[in-house]
């Protein structure tokens, strides 16, 4: 006697919750060979709004965090990850029609990403900022912040899981907070992760993640006034263009779309900083 | 009795005229484009540059159209390509003492050649702006051979061709600003001064003759908006920067977008200027003048937004009302002017039309009692008391001397208002509290935040803003990332074996 398999329920993931779409919208999600997988929720404009409002609430505590907290905090979700390997190796098998050496590989490498942007999450101030010696008695230092909410489209063809590590850890590591649109067409990996980000120590809206259509949603992200800059890694397929034109109304950071998951590295952590330079006066004495 | 009312600062306070001779300057009565090494004809209506303080011509002044436009990024596409990118970064960085050197030597000239055009006192011109344009170009000279320490990998790559538009307020700065980093990572330029204020850039083209940089590497053309349009659209540009408006500066980011051109962009703020109870308050209210009066306020960092702690609110303002009076306002080439002429008429209609916004708005408006020339376009000191944060004066920028006050009780109301503003460029602090300082520069969300000072400049220190004032730095290491690309860090080793058959190499 086989038993029966109790199928879960794939969310949103807004302000450390599982919503639905508030717009009831559900697509279906299916293996290559086309058998039904799940009913993803398709994510609207008024849930990505919320998604929004969440990550700027969750900015001030997020980014006031010590570099030693992020950097345990992206470790322990590394060490989430480990233990629900095998859960990932199927769901990667089954969305992205990988054979399981493959499937194992992106889960290890995806895993990796995280212990390394997490390392980095004491130290980038140091690479990135310098004291500076300017002509007079001042005190100067320069030093990277978060630049503050930032949208991201996650890359879309493959790398569901990994693609995800590729752009939330270098983003958050700093203090940045997220919303990010998953991969569309395997966007389980995505549900997923915000379970192992739910139990790891990350804050509610740090991350915030999307399912449904990148070419619904990212128009209402580029175009949000609190909304500090976008990474464009997986909209290649996008307009794009228009998404840049649509972001720079609002100055917005911008990263460009990227083949596959983007590597990593220190550059991806920096993009989304922003260098403040404070001056303070030394007494002559 | 109103202050307006008040006598008049005491006699002691008067000095006869102390003009700086303008016979050091030998200008020409027209200019051409700077192009290829050479002054040429332009294609547009040729403009006149005016004294702002006299409405007196200076000179005619070259306009580039499209064409010319054309032909000076060819010029610099041309002399990246054979001179300049071939040229070691010591003999780049050569080339860049001999003009930290030669604005040295005719730093009189070039002062006197900034207040005639821009309106601004000479006391500033000579003793910030000409000085720092110098200490600019030899701080960033000392990098063009050693960008392997820049942070950003070994052999990091120039990027091309630049194309920089720069603003009236610090015309042959905001020219150092630009051209110093972008030559000494290897790029050749093509910059557009302001139209209301080539002069000094046009003088600097000379200097450029006498070092002999190779000709095509700084291009100088002159005109208006749609020059600067031409230049930041040209498809052979690599790499634009702009400083300026924040609308301006939407412009361009859209018009760049999916062109991959490199962008840094310095645009509008509306600094916070934080007085806490415990500040130093002499040396504050002189903070307070200098961040808001400094240049006629046309500055985009200005502290234009006092925010000063309630229980010293009366004391401050009434401080500053009797250190205004003192100000004298005048001849920019006197040096005894504190205030100079405001840089066209444009501007200065600007600055009244927002004036009487926050005036009918219901903020209380104090003028600085003191005579306005008859000709010339002048505005006086001016602060705006209980203002209120939704104020269209607290709110957007209006690049003159106008300063808006608001009070605040608590450090974090202070953090708060001082953030509630599109805008990020740059904010004060005033205490005599280290921790108090520090914690409030971390709450704010500014790029640039002086404690116990205000508007201090300086090569090795980046400066830009967070937010709608931009992004991309210049001055500091921070500074030549704008000018230049990684090669490439080598990518951690654990990650790229196990991950080879699922991840590709970002596209560089």
């Not at chain 2, 004036?355 to 003028?367: H, P, Q, V």
């Amino acid at each position: 006697m086989t038993r029966l398999a109790i199928p879960k329920t794939y969310k949103l993931y807004i302000g450390g919750k599982f919503p639905r779409s508030e717009s009831g919208r559900t697509y279906e999600v299916s293996t290559k060979d086309g058998r039904f997988l799940a009913n993803a929720s398709l994510a609207s404009r008024k849930d990505a709004r919320d998604a929004v409002v969440a990550a700027r609430s969750a900015f001030a505590g997020w980014s006031s965090a010590t570099g030693y907290n992020r950097g345990q905090v992206l470790y322990r979700i590394a060490e989430l990850l480990e233990g629900r390997r095998d859960q990932f190796v199927d769901e990667l098998s089954a969305t992205e029609g990988l054979t399981k050496p493959a499937a194992t590989a992106q889960v290890d490498t995806a895993i990796d990403a995280w212990v390394w942007y997490a390392g980095w999450a004491d130290k980038y101030v140091q690479v990135a900022g310098n004291a500076n010696a300017v002509s007079g008695p001042y005190f100067n230092l320069s030093t990277p912040e978060p630049t503050g909410v930032v949208a991201i489209i996650a890359p879309q063809s493959g790398n569901s899981l990994l693609g995800l590590a590729s752009v939330i850890a270098p983003a958050i590591l700093t203090g940045n907070t997220v919303v990010v649109v998953a991969s569309e067409s395997a966007p389980l990996a995505a549900v997923s992760l915000s379970e192992v980000l739910a139990t790891s120590d990350v804050p509610g809206g740090v991350v915030n993640i999307l399912t449904g259509s990148p070419a619904e949603i990212a128009p209402w992200l580029a175009g949000h006034a609190d909304v500090n800059a976008i990474d464009l890694a997986g909209a290649g397929l996008l307009d794009w263009v228009d998404l840049q034109i649509i972001a720079a109304d609002t100055l917005k950071r911008v990263l460009a779309p990227e083949d596959g998951a983007p590597p990593p590295s220190l550059e991806r952590i920096v993009a989304f900083t922003e260098t403040k330079t404070v001056w303070h006066t030394k007494s002559l004495i | 009795m109103t202050d307006r009312e008040k006598p008049a600062p005491s006699r002691f306070l008067d000095y006869a005229p102390a003009p700086e001779s303008t016979s050091i300057l030998h200008l020409k009565p027209s200019y051409g484009l700077f192009i290829d090494g050479e002054f040429v004809d332009g294609h547009g209506a040729p403009f006149t540059t005016i004294s702002p303080a006299t409405e007196q011509p200076i000179a005619e002044i070259a306009n580039a159209d499209s064409s010319d436009v054309d032909v000076a990024v060819a010029a610099a596409r041309s002399a990246y390509t054979r001179t300049w990118s071939r040229l070691s970064g010591a003999d780049r960085g050569k080339y860049l003492f001999r003009i930290a050197r030669l604005v040295q030597e005719r730093a009189r000239e070039l002062s006197v050649a900034e207040s005639l055009d821009n309106g601004k006192p000479i006391r500033e011109s000579r003793d910030v702006d000409v000085p720092l344009v110098a200490a600019w170009f030899f701080y960033y000279a000392g990098w063009a051979d050693k960008l392997d320490y820049a942070g950003l990998g070994p052999n990091p790559r120039s990027l091309g061709v630049a194309a920089q538009v720069i603003p009236w307020n610090f015309p042959l700065l905001m020219l150092a600003w630009k051209v110093a980093p972008a030559l000494a990572a290897g790029n050749t330029v093509v910059i557009k001064p302001a139209e209301t204020t080539p002069l000094s850039a046009l003088i600097f083209a000379e200097i450029l003759q006498q070092a002999d940089l190779p000709a095509g590497v700084v291009n100088i053309i002159t005109g208006a908006g749609n020059t600067g349009e031409a230049l930041v659209n040209h498809p052979d540009v690599n790499k634009v920067a702009f400083t300026g408006s924040t609308a301006v500066g939407r412009a361009i980011a859209k018009s760049v977008a999916g062109t991959g051109k490199k962008v840094t962009l310095e645009l509008g703020g509306k600094a916070a200027n934080i007085v806490f109870d415990d500040a130093p308050i002499d040396q504050a209210i002189e903070g307070i003048v200098n961040g808001i009066f400094f240049n006629q306020g046309h500055v985009c960092c200005a502290g234009s937004r006092l925010l000063v702690q309630e229980n010293i609110h009366e004391d401050v303002v009434d401080r500053l009302k009797s250190r205004l009076m003192t100000l004298r306002l005048g001849d920019p080439l006197d040096k005894n002017t504190d205030i100079g002429a405001i840089n066209s008429r444009e501007q200065l209609e600007r600055i009244r039309q927002l004036s009487d916004i926050g005036e009918k708005e219901g903020a209380d408006r104090w003028t600085a009692p003191c005579k306005i020339p008859d000709k010339g376009f002048w505005f006086a000191p001016t602060i705006f008391d209980n203002v209120s944060t939704s104020s269209t004066i607290a709110r957007e920028e209006v690049f003159g001397p106008v300063l808006s006050v608001l009070t605040f009780r608590t450090p974090a109301e202070a953090i708060a208002k001082a953030n509630n503003t599109p805008y990020g460029l740059s904010a004060g602090i005033w205490s005599d509290k280290g921790s108090k300082i520090l914690a409030v520069a971390d709450g704010l969300r500014a790029g640039v935040i002086w404690a116990n000072t205000f508007n201090r400049f300086d090569p090795a220190s980046p400066f830009g803003g967070f937010k709608e004032s931009g992004y991309g730095r210049e001055g500091g290491r921070h500074g030549l990332a704008a000018y230049l690309e990684s090669a490439g860090w080598a990518s951690p080793q654990a990650i790229s074996t196990t991950g080879s058959t699922s991840r590709k190499k970002a596209t560089s």
